[in-house]
Structure formats: C-alpha cells, structure tokens
C-alpha cells in the first residue's frame, strides 16, 4: 500500500513515506509475538500522530490478525486516535471548578473561533480541540492551555487574542 493511497472514508492522508518505513520497521519488531497490539500501536502512533484506517491494515496484515481487532482496540483506549492532531492541541478545562466559573462558555468560544468540534482538528491541523477533566489548576479556573501554555481565569472575549498567538 502506498503513501498516498485513500480510506474508505475518501480521506487522503498525509503519512510521508518515511513515516510508513518507520510504521513497517515497529511492526516488523512485533510480528509474530503474542500480546503486542497494544505497545505496537503505541509506537506506531508516536510516529504518525494517529491511526486512520490504512496504518490499521497494515498492522492488521503485518501482525496477522483481524482489522477489527485493531479497531476495537483503538476505539477502546482513549490514549489512540484514529484523527489527525493539530500542530497546537488546545485544551478546555470542563472538570467542576472550571465548568462553574464558566469552562463552557470559553469552549463555545473556542469551537467557534476555530470553526470545529471537541475533538477535531481545523483542516489546515493547525489547531485540535480537546476537552479536560481537571488539570490541577482549580483555583485558577477557568482554565485554558494550547500545548504546554496554561492560560488561567481565561475570558472568553480573550480567546482569539491566545489563538492568534499560535496561528
Ligand atoms: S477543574 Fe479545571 S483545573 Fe481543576
């Protein structure tokens, strides 16, 4: 299969070739050993940065085992993601102290500054949305990060201005 082959879904993704070699290399390593799914898709994902459906045939075909066992397992952990990430992963605090001092009026703004979901990533994967679940900063809600920047007792009209810094 190639680089630039396309899903089922008709989405063409962006795996580079070397990313593919890289993908074959940590299958190879695994093939053939029982209980490696897991640590094999781990791998794999730190390469790619997520598991659209062509990286779950191969692993399926190079591990010999049904691809929908790999879907079920990547469906499962919340640690994989079959979607691309954005180069920036912003991140919503919606944990209790956050989602009472506003967390979820900041996520409107956020999504809509963006034009995209929880969860998705704009189509030029600058950006990723996620939602959090407390981060530790509770006195300091509500809370907003992009990557590792923590953006503390954040307003909603002050959101472009964070991610303009970013774009
Ligand atoms: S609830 Fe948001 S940091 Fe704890």
Redesign the pocket.
């Known amino acids: 299969m190639g680089c630039c082959e396309t899903s089922s879904a008709g989405d063409i993704t962006d795996i580079t070739p070397e990313q593919w070699a890289k993908a074959d290399e940590i299958i190879a390593r695994y093939k053939g050993q029982r209980g490696v799914l897991i640590p094999c898709l781990h791998e794999i994902q730190q390469v790619v940065g997520y598991l659209p459906l062509e990286v779950q045939e191969r692993v399926a075909a190079g591990l010999d085992i049904p691809v929908a066992d790999v879907y079920s397992v990547i469906t499962f952990y919340a640690l994989f993601t079959t979607k691309p990430k954005g180069k920036h992963k912003v991140g919503v605090?919606?944990?209790?102290?956050?989602?009472v001092r506003g967390?979820e009026k900041i996520l409107d703004k956020v999504e809509h500054a963006l034009g995209i979901k929880a969860g998705d990533t704009t189509p030029d994967r600058l950006f990723s949305i996620q939602v959090?679940?407390?981060?530790?900063?509770?006195g300091?809600?509500?809370?907003m990060t992009v990557d590792d920047d923590i953006y503390a007792r954040i307003k909603p009209e002050r959101v472009p201005e964070v991610l303009k810094k970013y774009s």
């Open positions: 605090c919606l944990g209790t102290a956050c989602y967390g959090m679940r407390c981060i530790g900063a509770c300091l809600g509500p809370v």
